[in-house]
C-alpha cells in the first residue's frame, strides 16, 4: 500500500513503487524519500500499480525531477490509463522518461 | 502533601501530587467518609465529604473535585443519580466517579457504570486496590486530556485554515477578480473545492476590439494559490493592455512562476485570444483539459500540447501557439480538469457518467451553467468536488458586438503603408448608436488630419447608411409608415423600442482609408442581416421628388455625398466612397 521505494547501483538509482492513490498525502514519504537520496541519482517511479493521481502528485514528480539534475527520471505507467490520461494532459512526458506499458 | 504509598515501586512514578489536588467523597455514614479520607489523605489528596446526591452535586459545581468516590444507596438522592447529573455537567473535562458498593452484585455494578460511574470498589475499601483503580484512572484521564488538547489545537488549526482561505478568497476577489473587464457573451462558472479555489479565470479586452481570456489553475488551495494568482493577474492585465501577444505573455507569466512558486507547484492554463478584425482565434494551452468549439453543429476538442506554467525557465512559447478561423463559430468552452474528475460516491468521474450529455446541452446553449450544476448536484450528491470546477463559455456574436478597432495595415485591404482599415461589428443585444460608432471613430485621432468638411461628409454619410441598416436590415421597419406624422412618431417609437431590446444580428462596417499625395480616398461598407431594399421602388422614389414627404429622404443624400455608391444585390451590403 503507498510508496515502497529500493535502492541499486550503491543508491545511485532509486525505484519508487507507488500504488493505489497517488497524491498529496504522499508528500511527507517523498520528502523523506528526497532527503536520503543522494544529489545526482536517478529515478524510477513505477506507476503500473496506481490508480489515481492529481497534480500535487506532478508536483511531487518535479521534486524528484529537480533533484536527479540532469539524470533520468522515469516513470512506467499502463496505456491505457488514468495516470496516462494524467501524465498526457499535463504534457509531462516532456519533462521525464515515459515508459507506457500495456495492460496485463 | 507528601506521597506515602511509596512501598509499591511500579507506581511510585505515577503518584504525584501535583496532578492530586481534591477527592470528594459521598457517604451517608460518617465512618465512611472519615475511613475514606484517611486513605485518599496518606495518598497526597485534599479531601471533601457530602451526605447525599444533593450534596454531592453542590459540592462537585462549587469544588470541581479531580475524584469523586461516591456510595450507591443514600437518603434524598441516591449515587447514580447524582453520578448522572455530574457526567451531564462535565462536558469537556474527565472527572472520574468511582462508586463504592456494598453488595458485589453485577446487576448494581452494571447500573452504577450505566449511570456514569467509571469504575467500582467493593466496600470495605482496600487501600491497595483503591490506589490500583486511582492509577489506572489517572492514566485514561491524562490520555483523555491529551486528546482533548488536541482537538482544541485541531479546531484552531481549522479555524486558522478557514481564516487563511477567507483571506485568500478576499485577495482574490478584490485584486484578481475586480480587474475583470466585464464582457458580455463571456459567462463562467466555478464550484470550487475550498474556499479559494486554485482556478482562476481573467478577461482582458484587447486593444484592438478583441477579447483575451484565460483560465488558470493552480495546484493547491487556499492561500498557496492565491500567492501565484495575484502576480498572475498583474501580469495578465498590464501586458493585455499593453497590446504584447500571447507567447511574450506566456514568458513572462512562466518566468515570475518558476521565480515565486515552490518546486512542487505549477499553473496549469489555456489562454485565448479572439480577434474579429483579423477573423481568427489564437491560443495556447499547457497541462489543461481541451477546449472546446462549436463550429456549425459539431464540436470540436483542441488537445492542450504544452507545459503548465512554472516548470521550465526556458520556454518556447511561440512555436505552442495555435490558430484557426472564426468563420462558422458560435462559442468557445473552457474548462479545468476539475470538471472530468469530479467523482461520484461510486467513485465513477464526471466525465464517464454524464459530460457527453452536458456537451450537447452546452452545444444547444440551452441553459447550460444550470443544467451543469444541476448534474453536478445529481453526481456529488452534497460532497465537496476534490478540485475545483471551473467554465468559462464564450458567446462569439455577444462577446464581439462591441467596438472592434483595428490600426493594422492590413496588407490585403490597404496595401499603402499611411493607410488604415477599421472595421466594426454591432449587435447581437448591444447594438451601438451610431454617434457612438463615431466618437470610437474619432477617438482614435484616425480623423485627426482630415479637413473637417470631409469628416462631415463621412460622418453624414455613415449616419445615412447605418441607421438604413439598423431601421430596415435588422428591425425590418417600413419606411412608408412615416408617410404620415403619426405614422413617423409611431415609426421612432417603434425604433426605439427595438433599439432597447434588438433582435439578434450583427451590422458590419468596414472603413477602408487610402491617403493620396493629397487627400485621400476612403471606402465605407456598411453591411445588415436583412434582406435587402426593393432597389426599384428606391429608383421610383427617387424620380419624385418631395422634399416635404416624411420619408426615403436618406438614400438620396447618401448619393449625393458618396463619389460612388454601390448597392450590392440583394440591398443588404451599400459601398460607399469619398474621395479627395
Redesign the interface.
Known amino acids: 500500500m503507498g510508496i515502497t521505494s529500493r535502492t541499486e547501483n550503491q543508491g545511485r538509482t532509486i525505484f519508487i513503487n507507488v500504488t493505489e492513490r497517488f497524491d498529496f498525502n504522499q508528500h511527507a514519504v517523498f520528502r523523506k524519500l528526497l532527503n536520503d537520496a543522494k544529489d545526482g541519482c536517478e529515478f524510477v517511479v513505477d506507476l503500473t500499480a496506481a490508480e489515481y493521481m492529481d497534480s500535487s502528485a506532478l508536483g511531487l514528480l518535479l521534486l524528484l525531477r529537480k533533484k536527479a539534475g540532469n539524470n533520468r527520471v522515469e516513470l512506467r505507467y499502463v496505456k491505457p490509463s488514468a495516470i496516462e490520461k494524467v501524465v498526457s494532459a499535463s504534457n509531462f512526458s516532456r519533462l521525464f522518461d515515459c515508459k507506457a506499458v500495456s495492460p496485463l | 502533601m507528601s506521597d506515602q504509598c511509596n512501598t509499591d515501586g511500579s507506581l511510585n512514578l505515577v503518584f504525584k501530587p501535583v496532578s492530586r489536588r481534591l477527592a470528594l467523597v459521598v457517604d451517608d455514614e460518617p465512618i465512611n467518609c472519615v475511613i475514606m479520607q484517611s486513605i485518599l489523605e496518606k495518598m497526597g489528596f485534599e479531601t471533601a465529604i457530602a451526605h447525599d446526591g444533593y450534596e454531592a452535586i453542590e459540592a462537585f459545581e462549587l469544588l470541581a473535585p479531580d475524584f469523586v468516590f461516591m456510595d450507591v444507596i443514600m437518603p434524598h438522592m441516591d449515587g447514580r443519580e447524582a453520578a448522572r447529573c455530574i457526567k451531564s455537567m462535565t462536558s469537556g473535562r474527565f472527572t472520574p466517579i468511582v462508586f463504592l458498593t456494598a453488595l458485589d452484585d453485577p446487576e448494581e455494578v452494571h447500573a452504577c457504570i450505566e449511570a456514569g460511574g467509571d469504575d467500582y470498589l467493593s466496600k470495605p475499601v482496600d487501600p491497595r486496590l483503591l490506589r490500583t483503580r486511582i492509577y489506572s484512572l489517572e492514566r485514561i484521564r491524562s490520555l483523555y486530556q491529551k486528546l482533548s488538547r488536541q482537538h482544541d489545537e485541531l479546531l484552531f488549526k481549522i479555524a486558522e485554515e478557514q481564516e487563511n482561505e477567507a483571506l485568500a478568497n478576499r485577495v482574490f476577489l478584490h485584486a484578481v477578480s475586480a480587474h475583470n473587464e466585464p464582457i458580455s457573451g463571456l459567462d463562467s462558472y466555478s464550484r470550487p473545492a475550498s474556499c479559494f479555489s486554485g482556478d482562476l479565470v481573467l478577461s482582458c479586452r484587447l486593444g484592438q476590439g478583441g477579447i483575451r481570456v484565460m483560465l488558470g489553475?493552480f495546484?493547491?488551495h487556499g492561500l498557496a494559490a492565491a500567492i501565484g494568482a495575484l502576480p498572475t493577474s498583474e501580469l495578465f492585465h498590464a501586458m493585455t493592455r499593453q497590446g504584447r501577444s500571447i507567447p511574450e505573455l506566456l514568458t513572462e507569466l512562466n518566468h515570475k512562476l518558476c521565480r515565486i512558486l515552490p518546486?512542487?507547484?505549477?499553473m496549469?492554463a489555456v489562454l485565448i485570444d479572439i480577434d474579429p478584425v483579423k477573423g481568427e482565434f489564437c491560443y495556447w494551452s499547457?497541462?489543461?483539459?481541451p477546449f472546446v468549439y462549436k463550429s456549425k453543429d459539431q464540436l470540436i476538442y483542441h488537445s492542450?500540447?504544452?507545459?503548465?506554467l512554472g516548470?521550465?525557465e526556458n520556454y518556447d512559447f511561440v512555436s505552442e501557439v495555435g490558430s484557426g478561423r472564426l468563420t462558422d463559430i458560435e462559442r468557445i468552452l473552457l474548462m479545468s480538469?476539475g470538471l472530468l474528475?469530479v467523482r461520484n460516491q461510486e467513485g465513477a468521474t464526471f466525465s464517464s457518467c454524464g459530460f457527453k450529455d452536458l456537451m450537447d446541452s452546452w452545444a444547444s446553449n440551452d441553459g447550460f451553467f444550470s443544467a451543469l450544476d444541476e448534474r453536478l448536484d445529481q453526481h456529488c450528491q452534497n460532497r465537496l468536488p476534490?478540485?475545483d470546477v471551473t467554465l468559462v463559455s464564450i458567446d462569439l456574436e455577444k462577446a464581439l458586438a462591441v467596438l472592434n478597432v483595428s490600426s493594422d495595415q492590413s496588407a490585403d485591404l490597404s496595401p499603402e503603408p499611411e493607410g488604415w482599415e477599421w472595421a466594426l461589428a454591432s449587435g447581437g443585444g448591444y447594438l451601438l448608436d451610431h454617434s457612438e460608432v463615431i466618437t470610437a471613430l474619432t477617438d482614435t485621432k484616425y480623423l485627426q488630419d482630415w479637413p473637417a468638411e470631409q469628416a462631415e461628409r463621412l460622418q453624414t454619410l455613415f449616419g445615412e447608411l447605418y441607421n438604413n441598416a439598423i431601421e430596415h436590415g435588422l428591425f425590418g421597419l417600413d419606411s412608408s409608415l412615416k408617410s404620415t406624422p403619426d405614422g413617423f412618431h409611431l415609426y421612432y417609437e417603434k425604433r426605439q423600442a427595438l433599439f432597447d431590446d434588438p433582435p439578434p444580428g450583427q451590422i458590419r462596417i468596414q472603413m477602408t482609408f487610402l491617403p493620396r499625395q493629397q487627400g485621400g480616398c476612403l471606402r465605407l461598407v456598411v453591411q445588415d442581416p436583412g434582406k435587402g431594399y426593393d432597389l426599384t421602388r428606391l429608383s421610383e422614389l427617387e424620380q419624385h421628388d418631395d422634399p416635404s414627404r416624411f420619408w426615403g429622404r436618406g438614400m438620396q443624400l447618401v448619393r449625393s455625398l458618396a463619389d460612388n455608391l454601390i448597392i450590392h444585390p440583394p440591398g443588404n451590403r451599400v459601398e460607399a466612397e469619398l474621395r479627395w
Open positions: 489553475d495546484t493547491g518546486d512542487d507547484r505549477f496549469a499547457g497541462g489543461m483539459p492542450s500540447s504544452g507545459l503548465p516548470i521550465l480538469d474528475d476534490d478540485d
